[in-house]
């Protein structure tokens, strides 16, 4: 029941919205289905094309005991290859349907495999999804970012996080969201067949309703 509980809180967590003009319609050029050629293309371009950022109000405010920054450390049984911690930066965090570039404290990590243990991807992935829920965070992404949504981020954000997002191209990512009565945890994790990149960020809370 819980494991159905955490996936329907999830579903009802993204609110997509589209961005963009339609194309005019040109009657005239059109495919073998009816469909304009313009339509078409928009379509193809609909990931790129489509913001989805996190509704925070329908996230679980956690209390669970955090410990120190960055929260989340190298899956169990691993060590860390690479590091690097930035007290104020700009990450892309993927939601399922598109990115939403989020700031605050960034930390970003790259695991280890040591000597006379084998690499799983499922390994690693379990022992973050375990770590981040036992914080009380919320699961809100877990599958690939389509290739032209990843070539939509801007190449200076890329260049900047290319530590968090080395290998973002054709693998998993899993994003959680970890909500605290003064603070909004976010956490992205990516696996490949030889190591998983994961990357922490803390940013403020939103801001609250105006009153009335």
């Known amino acids: 029941m819980k494991k159905l509980s955490s996936t329907l809180a999830v579903l009802a967590v993204l609110g997509l919205a589209a961005c963009g003009d339609k194309p005019a319609k040109n009657d ?3 495919t073998a289905d009816g469909a304009t050629t313009a ?15 996190v509704d925070l109000s ?9 410990g120190a920054f960055p929260y989340v450390g190298a899956p169990a049984g691993y ?6 911690t930035m007290d104020l930066a700009a990450y892309p965090i993927w939601t399922g349907a598109g990115f939403q570039t989020v700031e605050g404290k960034v930390h970003m990590a790259s695991s280890a495999t040591p000597e006379g ?7 690693v992935q379990r022992s973050i999804d375990e770590a981040v829920k036992a914080l009380g965070g919320v699961q809100i992404a877990n599958g ?32 959680y ?20 990149v994961w990357t922490v960020v803390e940013a403020p809370p939103p801001p609250a309703p105006p009153a009335g």
Do not use: C, F, H
């Open 79 to 84: 060590g860390v290859r690479d590091e690097k």
């Open 177 to 196: 969201v970890i909500r605290r009565p003064d603070k909004t945890i976010w956490v992205q994790a990516i696996a490949d067949a030889s190591q998983v």
């Open 39 to 53: 339509q078409a293309d928009a379509g193809a371009k609909a990931p790129s094309a489509v913001a989805a950022n």
């Open 117 to 123: 243990k084998t690499y799983s991807r499922l390994e």
């Open 28 to 30: 005239a050029d059109t």
């Open 58 to 66: 329908l996230i679980p405010v956690s209390t669970a005991p955090l």
């Open 144 to 175: 690939e970012a389509p290739n032209p949504a990843i070539d939509d981020l801007p190449q200076s954000l890329r260049s900047d996080m290319n530590l968090g997002l080395m290998i973002i191209y054709g693998n998993p990512i899993s994003a």
